[in-house]
């Protein structure tokens, strides 16, 4: 089904397989960690903190970058401690990072100075990394992409959560280059400041070549329907892929989507960035 759809649309699709970097450190959360962590490093500093809620992608990323990479971490995560530990914070814990938890009120002033000035005070000295890591280092890291790919395309894709990896993909392609970031929130069309602000903080200025799509978060955040999971298994039995669910397959049934519905003119090339693999449970 499919690559009938590609076909009949005359579209042709490449997978950047940015899930396959580092199993422990995939995809976009190395694209926006390395920069970070050279930087770090040249501060003098020993610890990582950072924020992620119970099933954090980031939390994990950073705590096993930590471990990698010689950094203590600390992970403030949103909402009360419950036990036993889910699988995510308990490999977070494994790898040696400090869970911190606060309350969602408190949470949503994260990125407030008093709030990081009281962190200080807990934690002592510490190199702060945003919820999901994007930063100016982290769309630079993210700008590399789009010069990995060794054939010509038109269109690149990417999931986008906090947008830190579309506005580096955005900043990397050179002329007539087009991506699309596929917003997996309900409600995201906050992304669109977002990814703007991140490049104008990162190079002075927005570019104008991407565009955010908010059709396909199916429901919300980590939300699933039987028709997403259906695409999920047809994909991994017509390609060998296990999609990760909460990003990358809504992505890609966006791009489908957008291909049976006449969106790409025939005769196109698109890129997919895997951004992530499946979560193994």
Same mark, same amino acid.
Request: proline share 4%; charged share 20%.
């Given at each position: 089904?499919?690559?009938?759809?590609?076909?009949?649309?005359?579209?042709?699709?490449?997978?950047?397989?940015?899930?396959?970097?580092?199993?422990?450190?995939?995809?976009?959360?190395?694209?926006?960690?390395?920069?970070?962590?050279?930087?770090?490093?040249?501060?003098?500093?020993?610890?990582?903190?950072?924020?992620?809620?119970?099933?954090?992608?980031?939390?994990?990323?950073?705590?096993?970058?930590?471990?990698?990479?010689?950094?203590?971490?600390?992970?403030?995560?949103?909402?009360?401690?419950?036990?036993?530990?889910?699988?995510?914070?308990?490999?977070?814990?494994?790898?040696?990072?400090?869970?911190?938890?606060?309350?969602?009120?408190?949470?949503?002033?994260?990125?407030?100075?008093?709030?990081?000035?009281? %962190?200080?005070?807990?934690?002592?000295?510490?190199?702060?990394?945003?919820?999901?890591?994007?930063?100016? %280092?982290?769309?630079?890291?993210?700008?590399?992409?789009?010069?990995?790919?060794?054939?010509?395309?038109?269109?690149?894709?990417?999931?986008?959560?906090?947008?830190?990896?579309?506005?580096?993909?955005?900043?990397?392609?050179?002329?007539?280059?087009?991506?699309?970031?596929?917003?997996?929130?309900?409600?995201?069309?906050? %992304?669109?400041?977002?990814?703007?602000?991140?490049?104008?903080?990162?190079?002075?200025?927005?570019?104008?070549?991407?565009?955010?799509?908010?059709?396909?978060?199916?429901?919300?955040?980590?939300?699933?329907?039987?028709?997403?999971?259906?695409?999920?298994?047809?994909?991994?039995?017509?390609?060998?892929?296990?999609?990760?669910?909460?990003?990358?397959?809504?992505?890609?049934?966006?791009?489908?989507?957008?291909?049976?519905?006449?969106?790409?003119?025939?005769?196109?090339?698109?890129?997919?960035?895997?951004?992530?693999?499946?979560?193994?449970?």
């Amino acid at each position: 089904m499919h690559s009938t759809v590609l076909e009949k649309a005359g579209v042709r699709l490449y997978l950047k397989r940015d899930d396959l970097i580092n199993p422990d450190i995939p995809g976009n959360k190395w694209r926006k960690l390395h920069l970070n962590l050279e930087e770090a490093k040249n501060q003098g500093h020993y610890s990582l903190l950072t924020f992620g809620g119970a099933y954090s992608n980031h939390l994990r990323a950073v705590a096993a970058a930590g471990k990698i990479f010689g950094f203590n971490t600390i992970g403030i995560v949103r909402g009360e401690e419950h036990t036993p530990l889910n699988w995510s914070l308990q490999y977070a814990k494994n790898h040696g990072m400090k869970l911190h938890y606060v309350t969602r009120e408190e949470y949503r002033h994260k990125a407030e100075s008093q709030f990081i000035t009281e %962190l200080h005070k807990k934690f002592g000295e510490f190199y702060l990394l945003p919820e999901g890591g994007s930063n100016t %280092l982290a769309v630079r890291g993210c700008a590399e992409i789009p010069k990995e790919i060794t054939v010509p395309f038109d269109v690149i894709c990417c999931p986008a959560g906090t947008g830190g990896t579309l506005a580096g993909i955005a900043a990397g392609l050179t002329e007539g280059q087009s991506a699309i970031g596929f917003s997996a929130l309900k409600g995201g069309n906050f %992304l669109k400041d977002d990814v703007a602000r991140l490049q104008k903080e990162t190079y002075g200025t927005a570019t104008n070549n991407w565009k955010i799509d908010t059709s396909y978060h199916f429901g919300g955040f980590a939300k699933n329907t039987p028709e997403l999971h259906q695409f999920i298994t047809q994909f991994a039995d017509n390609y060998g892929i296990l999609l990760e669910r909460i990003y990358v397959a809504k992505m890609l049934f966006g791009i489908f989507d957008l291909a049976e519905k006449g969106y790409f003119t025939p005769g196109k090339t698109v890129v997919a960035v895997i951004t992530g693999p499946a979560e193994k449970t």
